[in-house]
Each structure stands twice: as C-alpha cells, then as structure tokens.
C-alpha cells in the first residue's frame, strides 16, 4: 500500500519531453511579451532598452496628422487642490518650490498667498486628452504643441515659465558644420515633440524642406532634410549611436535632448559633435496650460497659480542653493545633477513674461513667434486650419500681477551663454539663406514699399531677435548674365572693371540691408558685418536668383 509508483522508460521519455515543451513555450511567451516583438515601441516597462542590449531602436511608422484628442469636459474642483501634471525637467522647478515639493500642503506658497493647495504630478506621457476631459486642472508644455494640436487643446495660456537653454541639441558627424549640409540626408528624431520642432525650424531658416521617411532603407529626397522617427528623443540618439558604431552610416545624425545629447558625442569616439544646441536659440519656450473651463470659472485661482509660479522661479534664480534640495527631492536627484539640469533652462520673471506675450522680447523668442514659426515649420498638410495664438494667450493674471507692483524690482535678464571660443567669420555659421531684395536697377537703394522686401526684413530680424549674442553676415551677391557681354565689348580688361564695379554695387546693397535693419529695427550694429561677392558666386543659371543677399547666421555656442 505504501509502495511509490514507478515510471517506465517510455514514461520517463513522455515527461522529458512535456517538461522540455513547456519550458520552450515559457521562453517563447516571455520573448514575446518582453522583447518586443512585432510591437510599435519594442520595450515593455523594466526591459533594457534596445540600445542598451546590443539592437538599435525601431523606427516609427510616420504620422501624417496629429493625434486626436478626446473632446473637452468639465474640470470638477475638489478638496480645495489644484492637480497639474508636470514632467522631469528642471524648467519646473519653481513650481515645485512654490509648493515646497510635489504634495498639496498648507506650507506652500500657493496656500499662505492666495488659499489653495496644489498637487504636482511627474509623467512622462502626453496627457492632453485627460486634460480636456477635466481629469487635470493644468499642465505644461511648449508653444509649438499649442500649435500643432490648435483647437483640439481645450486650454489657455496664462504665463510663461521659461526657456530651455540647452536641454536639446542636434548631433551629427563630425564633418557636418552647418544645417545646410544635411540637405539629401538622413537624421532621427521624435515626430510632434519639441526635438521636431526644433529641427524643423533651422531647416525651415536654411530652405530645406522636410522629408519624412518610414524606414532606414527607403530613399531620401536628395533636396531635402530627410528625417525618421523613434518613439522618443532618448530613443533617437540612441538609433543614431549604435548606426556610427555599427558603420552602417544610414544617419546624417539626431536631435535628442540631454543627458543623451552628451551622451552620443562621448560615446562616438570622436566621430559626431554638436552642430547646436538651444542654449542660445531660445525658441523652446515652456508655458503653464489650465483648463479653459476652470479658467474661466476660477480666475482667482488662475492668478494665484500664475503669482506662485513667478515666486517659485523667483526663489530659483535668487537663491537657488537655499532651495534645490526641495528639487532634487521631487525629481530623485542628488544635488550636482540638480545644478547641472538647472544650469540647463532660463527661469522667466514677470517682465519677461510681458515682453514674452507683448512680442516686444528682443533678445529670445516671442509666443506668437514661435507659434507661427511652428505653424510654418509643419505646414498645412499636418497643421490644418490653425488658430490664431490670441485664442490661447490669457493675460489677465499677469496684468494683475504686474499692476499690483509685486515685482516692480525684476528686469528682462537674458543674455548670451558663452562656452567656447568665438567662431571665426565665414567659416561657421549655424545657416545660410539667400534672400532676394528688390532694388533699383543698378543701384544700392532698396524699394521700402515693396512688401517682399519689409517681410525679408523682419525675417532677418528675427534670427537676431531669437538667439542672443547671434550675429550675422551679410553677402551682397549680383547676376552675371551680362558679363559675355562686357567681354565682347572691351574684352579681359574691360570684365575686370566691371567685376570691380559688381562687387562695389553687391556690398553698398549689404551695406543697404544693414542700415536698414539698424535704423528700422534698432538692431546693434556689432551684430551685423557686411561683405560684397560681385557675380563670384553664382546661385545657378537663374539671374534673378543670383540678385541676392547671403545670409549666414552665427550663434553663440
């Protein structure tokens, strides 16, 4: 009765054999679950990413719209706390030492002001959707989302927080020295992200339109910036990384965000570097969005969220080191990382917050600037129909605030970030662009009432306007169409004094152009050197074309 049963031999084989099946269907499972096959993002949550395990990225399928949002509802104000989803950046931080960390609190600055407790929570994801339907109450983003999601968005803008200044960079290899030279090739970013944006808006200043591709194998456009996406900023310069490691040489390069900017340059080998990164380009602007209906409902609230915001930036950039603890709390950072994300972003203050609306910033991107920079940099085929920026901007609370004199004693205090030497003229600027002005046959003066000419104007202000410390080149260039002609009247010598009067007439129209950028605009006239080409450098065959000005915009890097 207590004997144990046996297994035959046969029996033995049958369970080796079952025991060996389920344990391949095990492993087969997990692979599927876990190593992201036939998946769009290819990493569950806890997998190492792909980078990290040898394989690169996946490129994404491309989006040719932007994605739909769920339909506004209503926010129900509870409890007395204000939720606002915000991500891990340190551009937040002075929300976070407003609150005096992440939890509502009776400490805070938003209570003992004005009443109210607010609830700061970190994502990562884009919850625009759970924010029309009133499951938050506010949250953060930059312009060029505004732009791109236009109407979709059920929010307003009440303040600016502030301006990345170099969390984002282009890294490309190490031969490429201006955006021009990425015209016919390939670089990785994230499609509808401010990386996106970013390259789509020095593309956009250099003439290059966009290409976007599906895959690493389809054929780029040989007269355009060709681009493919990842599922993230990370993810692309991690696509670019392992393409310079591997030799595949597919990639031209990526625009990521940092640490990963770093990270690619050190993990080259000397083979990619930085072409630029927005410490000086400040056209990423991050704002503060609210509910439109919670706006409307509570505006006292709103100012007070705006005036907390204002002081918590304030405590950052006055006595940062009395409160990066509260920070590096927030964010899981130990204190050096934290001074080293801040060193990262410019905390805007009350009047830079009015110059910033009022358009009247002149050394940093404008919220319509930028808006409509966006607008232009994606086009009509993926931005249909866009709003104007004034339905987003809501001023009253700043007007509140900037009457009431709270802070009568801050300034507008953005200037250039100097890293390195000064780059030599001519050799390396960021971009060119050609510009066809209007003048006076044959002679320097420009048509002012021609209104190509004031809109070519106002677009070379704005590259000035937008990078403090930038300065530009102008390069007067004329046509040649007539210089067979001069040879058959007075042969060499006679081309040889007309080369001479060319190149006169192509610097005295620079010159020109300077002027009138100084006079009109009040442009510093250290900013702007001129320099005449004659009919040296023809654009092509077209000799309207060739009746040109060069410009060659230089950032501080």
């Known amino acids: 009765m207590n004997q144990q049963p046996r297994f035959t031999a046969l029996g033995k084989i049958v369970s080796i054999l079952l025991v060996a099946g389920l344990v391949t269907l095990g492993l087969y499972m997990i692979r599927g679950r876990f190593g992201g096959s036939g998946g769009a993002g290819g990493t569950a949550p806890g997998a190492a990413p792909a980078a990290e395990s040898g394989g690169a990225p996946e490129v994404q399928e491309v989006k040719v719209e932007v994605p739909k949002l769920s339909p506004p509802a209503a926010f129900q104000f509870k409890d007395n706390i204000v939720p606002i989803e915000i991500s891990e950046y340190a551009g937040y931080a002075g929300l976070i030492a407003a609150n005096g960390g992440l939890e509502p609190t009776e400490n805070s600055l938003f209570f003992k002001n004005h009443g109210f407790k607010v609830k700061l929570t970190i994502s990562e994801d884009e919850t625009w959707s759970e924010l029309n339907e009133g499951k938050i109450a506010a949250s953060v983003t930059t312009v060029d989302v505004l732009a791109a999601y236009g109407r979709q968005l059920h929010v307003v803008v009440p303040a600016q927080i502030g301006f990345s200044r170099g969390a ?13 030279q990425l015209k016919g090739k390939v670089i990785a970013s994230a499609q509808f992200t401010e990386v996106d944006f970013f390259i789509r808006y020095l593309a956009q200043e250099a003439g290059l339109p966009i290409n976007p591709l599906g895959s690493l194998d389809a054929t780029p456009h040989p007269d355009r910036l060709n681009v ?6 990370f993810e692309a310069g991690d696509l670019f990384l392992n393409d310079v490691k591997s030799g595949k040489n597919k990639l031209a390069g990526c625009v990521t965000w940092e640490p990963k900017v770093s990270e690619v340059v050190s993990g080259s080998g000397g083979q990619a570097h930085v072409l630029t990164s927005n410490r000086n380009l400040l056209i990423i602007a991050d704002v503060l969005i609210v509910h439109r209906g919670f706006a409307q409902e509570q505006p006292k609230i709103v100012q007070g969220l705006v005036q907390g915001l204002l002081e918590g930036n304030r405590l950052m950039r006055d006595k940062p080191e009395q409160n990066i603890d509260v920070v590096a709390r927030a964010f899981k950072w130990d204190r050096s990382k934290t001074t080293k994300e801040l060193a990262n972003v410019h905390l805007a203050n009350l009047p830079e917050n009015m110059a910033f609306f009022s358009g009247a910033m002149d050394a940093a991107g404008s919220f319509g600037g930028i808006y409509q920079s966006a607008v232009l940099a994606y086009g009509s085929d993926v931005i249909k129909d866009p709003p104007d920026p004034s339905r987003f901007a809501e ?16 300034t507008v205090a953005i200037a250039p970030i100097r890293t390195t030497s000064a780059t030599s003229v001519e050799s390396d ?6 510009i066809r002005f209007m003048f006076e046959p044959n002679e320097a003066k420009l048509d002012i009432a021609n209104q190509d000419n004031v809109r070519s104007l ?27 002609d001069f040879r058959k009247t007075g042969g060499e010598a006679y081309v040889r004094t007309q080369a001479l009067r060319a190149m006169e ?28 080409r004659g009919w040296e450098e023809p654009a092509g065959p077209n000799s309207d074309l060739n009746r040109r000005v060069e410009v060659q915009w230089f950032t501080v890097e």
């Open 168 to 180: 984002d960079g282009v890294v490309v290899r190490s031969d490429i020295k201006r955006i021009n």
């Open 228 to 233: 493919v996406y990842t599922e993230d900023g």
């Open 395 to 410: 001023l009253s609370a700043l007007q509140a605030i900037e009457k009431s004199g709270i802070f009568k004693d801050q």
């Open 429 to 434: 600027p960021l971009l060119s662009k050609d």
């Open 458 to 484: 106002e677009a070379i202000k704005r590259l000035l306007q937008v990078s403090p410390g930038s300065t530009l080149l102008l390069r007067g260039h004329v046509d040649n169409a007539k210089v067979a």
């Open 505 to 532: 007439l192509s610097k005295n129209r620079a010159g020109e152009i300077r002027r009138l950028l100084i006079d009109k605009y009040s442009i510093d006239p250290k900013r702007i050197d001129i320099v005449g």
